[in-house]
């Protein structure tokens, strides 16, 4: 009698050699902000308070989608990863200005990300998660945002550009 045992290996490592592979340049950076980290559970916090529609609101919502879909290779604080997995920082003033993926406003930052991540699964999220995201990583790359990041307002959101 033969027993079928299915072996589940946790993704990561399924994924590891791809993503390795897929990276080829490594700006991952080691240092860990605790400051940014409070800020990040500060946003998630307004979430829970402030009124739908306002910046608050989706900075908080794109706080939670980035600890749900894209901490796992960026790094909690988007610092990038170094290892197995090495992935770009992305937070960070002008962190998204240089390198193979530069972009310069939040309709191009858009536009790459809700094509290509998260990696292992482009174009999984809602559109509206996308934009949240978006306007989480915008405000985590220095930009003063006054109101929400959305079709109408993304070409006019200019990133910072490197430092
Ligand atoms: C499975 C791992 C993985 C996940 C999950 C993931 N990413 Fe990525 N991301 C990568 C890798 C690897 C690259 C580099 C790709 C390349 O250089 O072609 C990258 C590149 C990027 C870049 C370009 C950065 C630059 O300066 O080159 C952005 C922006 C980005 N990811 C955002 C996100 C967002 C937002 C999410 C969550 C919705 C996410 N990623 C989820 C692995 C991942």
Same mark, same amino acid.
């Given at each position: 009698?033969?027993?079928?045992?299915?072996?589940?290996?946790?993704?990561?490592?399924?994924?590891?050699?791809?993503?390795?592979?897929?990276?080829?340049?490594?700006?991952?950076?080691?240092?860990?902000?605790?400051?940014?980290?409070?800020?990040?559970?500060?946003? &998630? +916090?307004?979430?829970?308070?402030? !009124? @739908?529609? $306002?910046? *608050?609101?989706? =900075?908080?919502? #794109?706080?939670?989608?980035?600890?749900?879909?894209?901490?796992?290779?960026?790094?909690?604080?988007?610092?990038? &990863? +170094?290892?197995?997995?090495?992935? !770009? @920082?992305? $937070?960070? *003033?002008?962190? =998204?200005?240089? #390198?193979?993926?530069?972009?310069?406003?939040?309709?191009?930052?858009?536009?790459?990300?809700?094509?290509?991540?998260? +990696?292992?699964?482009?174009?999984?999220?809602?559109?509206?998660?996308?934009?949240?995201?978006?306007?989480?990583?915008?405000?985590?790359?220095?930009?003063?945002?006054?109101?929400?990041?959305?079709?109408?307002?993304?070409?006019?959101?200019?990133?910072?550009?490197?430092?």
């Amino acid at each position: 009698m033969t027993q079928h045992v299915t072996v589940r290996l946790p993704s990561i490592i399924l994924l590891a050699p791809l993503v390795a592979s897929a990276c080829a340049s490594t700006r991952a950076q080691d240092s860990t902000e605790p400051a940014a980290a409070n800020e990040a559970e500060d946003l &998630r +916090e307004n979430y829970a308070v402030a !009124p @739908q529609g $306002t910046i *608050e609101a989706q =900075l908080g919502r #794109g706080a939670l989608v980035f600890e749900e879909n894209c901490d796992l290779c960026h790094g909690a604080r988007g610092q990038g &990863r +170094e290892g197995v997995i090495d992935t !770009p @920082q992305v $937070t960070g *003033e002008g962190a =998204l200005a240089s #390198g193979e993926h530069a972009v310069s406003n939040a309709q191009q930052l858009y536009d790459y990300v809700s094509a290509n991540m998260p +990696e292992d699964s482009p174009g999984s999220l809602s559109r509206e998660q996308y934009w949240d995201v978006v306007a989480y990583l915008a405000s985590e790359n220095g930009v003063e945002l006054t109101g929400q990041v959305d079709p109408e307002s993304a070409s006019t959101v200019t990133l910072p550009s490197s430092p």
